[in-house]
């Protein structure tokens, strides 16, 4: 996307990068409009999996690279990948940009980012979009999760492929090299989208692409996240957004944080998993503007 620049220019296209308390913080710049700052999921997934063009057309979107992934740098211990620690990087760049406020767009694990930082620094954002995210984790949320992934098989009878699928995530929980760990990921994949097996050429390339390291994906952060009981204090503008058929972050908690945020607009979109940027990119790109009209 770009040459690499270390201070002029900071929103300009392409990729950038500098450092935090002397790690490196690398992003990439697209698109025209106002500022919005997107944080991917994992943690520790690259980054391009959230590439939105459609967004591009109306926002200055400035794609995080998370620390331990990618071109950014890494950090002393796996211990040190804790969400407080994505906040502070996020911070970083957001005051990098130098720009009063920008827009705010999270997905999955980065919702949790987003939501944090939204939290800390209320005067910073201009508008927040929760993609496909939550208020909390914990032993239900994951119980639900494992449920609607060991379900998998059965909404894909006429699939065998779809049999092996809960297998390979559950290799991609174990796993501990980073291609190992790509690989489970990319064979786990199909249980992401609401209709994987009606669209495998569509979103081949992407799967092929899925790329993850392990350190941060393996960190488990002691502090459980649950924002619940503070979601009122959240005034941005805010849109939730969900794929109907998501197994790890679906409508239910999208609801919560509907519920909890004041004058959000939650958008279901009817036929998304946890990828609705991809299944369907048009309307989740309105869901997305319709924010600078508020």
């Known amino acids: 996307m770009g040459s690499t620049s270390h201070d002029a220019g900071v929103l300009t296209p ?21 500022v919005c700052v997107v944080h991917s999921g994992g943690p520790g997934i690259a980054w391009a999996y959230l590439r939105m063009p459609r967004i591009e057309e109306h926002f200055t979107t400035v794609y995080v690279e998370p620390v331990g992934t990618g071109a950014s740098g890494r950090l002393a211990s796996r211990d040190d990948y804790r969400l407080d620690t994505y906040v502070r990087f996020l911070g970083a760049v957001v ?43 914990g032993a239900e949320f994951w119980a639900e999760a494992m449920a609607g992934l060991a379900a998998y098989p059965q909404r894909h009878p006429d699939r065998p492929e779809a049999a092996a699928v809960p297998a390979a995530f559950q290799e991609a929980v174990t796993a501990t ?10 064979a786990a994949m199909p249980v992401y989208f609401a209709d994987f ?5 569509e979103f081949a390339a ?16 002691p502090t459980p996240f649950d924002v619940r009981d503070r979601l009122g204090e959240i005034i941005a503008p805010t849109v939730v957004i969900v794929g109907a058929d998501d197994f790890i972050c679906g409508p239910r908690w999208a609801e919560q944080l509907h519920e909890g945020i004041k004058d959000s607009r939650l958008v279901v979109l009817g036929r998304s998993g946890h990828f609705g940027h991809l299944e369907q990119p048009a309307e989740f790109a309105a869901a997305v503007v319709e924010l600078l009209d508020r």
Do not use: K, N
């Open 95 to 137: 005051d990098h940009l130098g720009v009063p406020r920008v827009h705010l767009l999270g997905h999955s694990h980065g919702g949790f980012v987003v939501q944090t930082y939204a939290l800390a620094h209320p005067d910073r954002v201009a508008g927040l979009v929760l993609y496909d995210t939550s208020a909390v984790t």
């Open 14 to 34: 392409g990729t950038h990068e500098f450092t935090v308390d002397g790690v490196r913080q690398v992003y990439h710049v697209a698109g025209t409009g106002p």
């Open 177 to 186: 090299d980073d291609d190992a760990l790509s690989a489970a990921l990319r």
């Open 206 to 221: 992407f799967q092929a692409a899925v790329r993850v390291w392990a350190e941060p994906a393996g960190a488990q952060d």
């Open 197 to 201: 097996w009606s669209r495998q050429d």
